[in-house]
C-alpha cells in the first residue's frame, strides 16, 4: 500500500514548451501533495504545497506564474512547468500526504520522480 | 536557509562496516525522519523519531535525536554493498503539519 506514482518519468522538451507531470496517489486520498525540486547531487527543495480544492502555496522564490499546480481531486495533482528553459532542468518529486485515520495519518509517500530535460 | 546539514557530505566504507551519518538542524521540531535515494530514483522512508524520542532502532539502523544540540545521527551497521546510496535527514518543523525540510544529505558508498 502507499504507492505514489508520477508521470511520466522522463522528459524532454524543446525550450518554450509547456510540460506536465503528474502525481497520483493510488490507493489512498490526499488532501495534500508537495512538490519537490532537485538538483544533480543536491538535496530536495520544496516548490510548493498543493491542496486539494484550493490554492497552491508556493515556497519563496518560486514564481507561481512559472509553476503551475492544479489539485483536482483527492488522488491527483499535477504540475506544469510553463515555456520550460535549460535551466528548468531537473528532478521533480512529488509526495502525497495520506489524509486517512489509520497509522498513515498524515506520513508522506514519495512518487518516483521525473526527470527533465530541457533542449 | 532552513536547510538542514549533513556530515560528512560522502562517506565510503567496506562491505561489513559501521556508517554514520549525521544531521544537523535549525528549528524546533516535532520529528526528524531519514529517507535514503538511490541513484535517479525517488525517496525511500526509513524511520521517524518524535521530538520527546532519543533514540530509536528499526533493523539494522539506529538514529538518535539531540534536541538540545539539533542533531541527529543514522547508523547503518553491518553495511552492505546494497546500503550505497544517498541519506537524507528531514525535519518537520514545529506548527508546520507534516512539511518537509531535508538536509543536505551523505552519499554512502559501500563497496566489497
Known amino acids: 500500500g502507499a504507492v505514489v506514482s508520477q508521470h511520466p518519468s522522463r522528459v524532454i522538451c524543446k525550450s518554450g514548451t509547456s510540460v506536465k507531470i503528474e502525481c497520483r496517489s493510488l490507493?489512498?486520498?490526499?488532501?495534500?501533495m508537495f512538490w519537490y525540486r532537485q538538483f544533480p547531487k543536491q538535496s530536495l527543495m520544496l516548490m510548493a504545497t498543493?491542496?486539494?480544492?484550493?490554492?497552491?502555496?508556493?515556497e519563496q522564490g518560486v514564481e507561481k506564474d512559472k509553476f503551475l499546480i492544479n489539485h483536482a481531486s483527492l488522488t491527483l495533482s499535477t504540475l506544469t512547468v510553463t515555456s520550460a528553459h535549460p535551466e528548468d532542468s531537473s528532478f521533480y518529486i512529488c509526495?502525497?500526504?495520506?489524509?486517512?485515520?489509520?497509522?498513515?495519518?498524515?506520513?508522506?509517500?514519495f512518487g518516483p520522480g521525473t526527470r527533465l530535460t530541457v533542449l | 536557509s532552513q536547510q538542514g546539514e549533513e556530515d560528512p557530505q560522502a562517506l565510503s566504507i567496506q562491505e561489513g562496516e559501521n556508517a554514520t551519518m549525521n544531521c544537523s538542524y535549525k528549528?524546533?521540531?516535532?520529528?526528524l525522519q531519514w529517507y535514503r535515494q538511490n541513484s535517479g530514483r525517488g525517496l525511500v522512508h526509513l524511520i521517524l523519531?518524535?521530538?520527546?524520542?532519543r533514540e530509536k532502532h528499526s533493523g539494522r539502523l539506529r538514529v538518535t535525536l539531540d534536541t538540545s544540540k539539533k542533531s541527529s545521527s543514522l547508523l547503518i551497521t553491518a553495511s552492505r554493498a546494497a546500503d550505497t546510496a544517498s541519506y537524507f535527514c528531514?525535519?518537520?518543523?514545529?506548527?508546520?503539519?507534516?512539511?518537509?525540510?531535508f538536509g543536505t544529505g551523505t552519499r554512502l558508498q559501500v563497496t566489497l
Open positions: 509526495s502525497a500526504r495520506d489524509r486517512g485515520q489509520g497509522a498513515r495519518r498524515n506520513e508522506q509517500f
Open positions: 490507493d489512498f486520498q490526499a488532501t495534500t
Open positions: 498543493s491542496n486539494e480544492g484550493s490554492k497552491a502555496t508556493y
Open positions: 528549528t524546533s521540531i516535532n520529528n
Open positions: 523519531i518524535r521530538s520527546n524520542e
Open positions: 528531514a525535519t518537520v518543523p514545529t506548527g508546520t503539519a507534516s512539511k518537509l525540510t
